[in-house]
């Protein structure tokens, strides 16, 4: 599976579950962690759970299990690493707090 056929089954599954304002950043040439960010948020601790919980259950039954969740406990920012692909699902404030968005958008010029 591609990493972008990734993206689009990881945005699917949290769409299912009503996730808010997903939003994918292209992270090719920028670093090596990963080739995107699915970023997205829901209303509340148990709906970041259930987002996570329908990731999880959407890619693994094509086969595709994550390296790793991290973020459950509390869920106010919980991570679903798929290597090429890494999905954050927040709670508003801590979304607002963090900025994937602002801090992945452009590539910054450093000074000579």
Not at 1 to 26: G, N, P, Q, Y
Not at 43 to 66: F, L, M, S, W, Y
Not at 67 to 81: E, K, M, N, P, Q
């Amino acid at each position: 599976m591609t990493s972008e056929e990734l993206v689009e089954m990881i945005s699917a599954a949290a769409a299912d579950k009503k996730a808010r304002d997903i939003v994918t950043i292209d992270l090719r040439g920028k670093t090596t962690i990963a080739d995107f960010f699915v970023v997205c948020e829901g209303d509340t601790d148990r709906q970041v759970r259930a987002i996570v919980d329908n990731i999880e259950e959407a890619c693994r039954a094509q086969g595709v299990r994550p390296l790793h969740v991290a973020g459950l406990r509390d869920a106010s920012w919980a991570c679903v690493d798929f290597d090429s692909v890494i999905a954050h699902v927040f709670l508003p404030g801590e979304r607002v707090f963090y900025d994937l968005e602002g801090l992945w958008s452009s590539t910054r010029a450093q000074a000579s």
